[in-house]
């Protein structure tokens, strides 16, 4: 492995691993081998933190920044290495509550990676939540971002930051995709409101992983289909982007109630106290003297600021449409008028909204559709073979799925307009 004039330059992060040192440390949190492990007191506030941005608000110098260190990356061979790797760790870190500290943890180890090339870059995040309608249409998957689907025969995609990659690790050599609607179409997934919903009626750590895992995350993966339905996933370079808006929601999650939820860990192996607590407060990382409790930044998480005046207000526009009872169930925060900003994820981003580095701005109201009205989209089941590679437990994925859907069918039967259905 050699090393760039990046990676040379000095003092910039408290923390410079080496990756493998680095993933070793990952390991030992998610078997709980460490024999001094660090308790939430014991964390040092990071020399510097990346930024993460919606992928579609990097400008042009932004995006191309981030498409070069991750062809230099690729060129030395660790987009195979990591998806490998994630084969390797399958089983512990799915389908109990490891799932959100270890991703966070695989993604910062990832983006240390990409920083030896350019420090300046951060993994963006994939809000897909909007484009759940027709996922296919966004423009995140288009020619010039993240590529397209799989060729009809062959599987390998063509187009793209990786429509060249080749892998050797991998169990095949090109980037495979088969997106699940079939003749390049990808079956609508998880709503905005849905999430908005998810956020406001969680307060379980153990809870939020089932949900987010089995919600969101599943259908992503299973939709984009091909390596993304595998253990290999992380050699699709979507893997990236949409896991940092995973780690997102868990971020936001969190930052809502802090004193309660940053280091809350519960659930299945949630008894088992892995020295998980390094990954669990945005900032902070080195295991070193201190209080946690005069430590109260909240790190690179972006707090999102009220809606300003005049401008659309998509939550305002729910809680007008909706039947009172049905906001005090799926809406609860917004019902007592105390919703969080971080727990609200009816965004002015639209879909189908080109790229920022096309030169118009991505965030803008979008004029909702009115023969859109009451038909929000069913949102979509796992299948039992991604059910049983994850090791999800079948009930919690059947209620959350039963839930999802009844949350849809309310909504709907209240003939609710969702600004996120596109226009045919
Ligand atoms: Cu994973």
Request: proline share 6%; net charge positive; charged share 20%.
């Amino acid at each position: 492995m050699s090393t760039s004039d990046a990676s040379e330059q000095k003092g910039r992060r408290s923390q410079r691993w080496k990756p493998l040192a680095a993933f070793t440390l990952a390991i030992a949190a998610v078997n709980g081998q460490t024999s001094t492990p660090a308790g939430a007191e014991s964390l040092e506030k990071c020399a510097s933190t990346p930024v993460r941005k919606e992928i579609r608000s990097l400008s042009t110098s932004e995006w191309q920044a981030y498409r070069t260190a991750v062809n230099q990356a690729q060129e030395q061979g660790w987009n195979d290495w990591f998806g490998w790797m994630h084969d390797q760790v399958a089983g512990p870190i799915h389908g109990n509550a490891k799932f959100l500290v270890f991703h966070r943890r695989f993604i910062a180890d990832y983006e240390q990676i990409l920083q030896r090339y350019n420090p300046s870059v951060a993994i963006p995040y994939w809000n897909a939540l909007v484009d759940y309608q027709q996922p296919a249409a966004s423009s995140v998957l288009g020619d010039d971002y993240f590529g397209k689907d799989g060729d009809a025969g062959s599987e390998c995609v063509t187009s793209g930051i990786a429509g060249s990659w080749s892998y050797k690790l991998s169990t095949t050599t090109c980037l495979m995709r088969k997106f699940n609607g079939g003749n390049g179409a990808i079956n609508s997934w998880y709503s905005p409101e849905y999430m908005t919903s998810l956020l406001q009626t969680t307060t379980d750590y153990a809870d939020l992983r089932n949900k987010i895992e089995n919600s969101l995350h599943g259908a992503v993966h299973l939709a984009i289909n091909g390596a993304m339905s595998t253990m290999y996933s992380p050699v699709d370079p979507v893997f990236w982007i949409h896991h940092s808006n995973i780690d997102r929601l868990y971020a936001q999650w969190q930052a809502v109630s802090p004193g309660e939820r940053t280091f809350m860990y519960t659930g299945v192996d949630g008894d088992k106290k892995p020295p998980i607590y390094s990954v669990m407060r945005l900032g902070f990382g080195k295991q070193a003297s201190g209080d946690a409790n005069k430590l109260s930044s909240n790190g690179n998480l972006r707090k999102r600021s009220a809606q300003k005046c005049g401008q659309r207000d998509y939550a305002q526009q729910l809680v007008k449409q909706l039947p009172k009872e049905v906001v005090g169930k799926f809406f609860p925060k917004f019902a007592a008028g105390n919703s969080h900003p971080l727990e609200n994820e009816l965004t002015t981003l639209s879909p189908l909204k080109p790229m920022a580095a096309d030169g118009e701005k991505p965030f803008h109201s979008k004029q909702a559709c009115e023969s859109h009205r009451g038909k929000m989209p069913a949102p979509p089941k796992l299948t039992p073979d991604w059910l049983k590679m994850q090791g999800a437990c079948t009930e919690e994925v059947a209620k959350l799925e039963a839930d999802a859907k009844s949350f849809v069918d309310s909504l709907n039967k209240a003939s609710y307009l969702s600004p996120y259905l596109v226009h045919d």
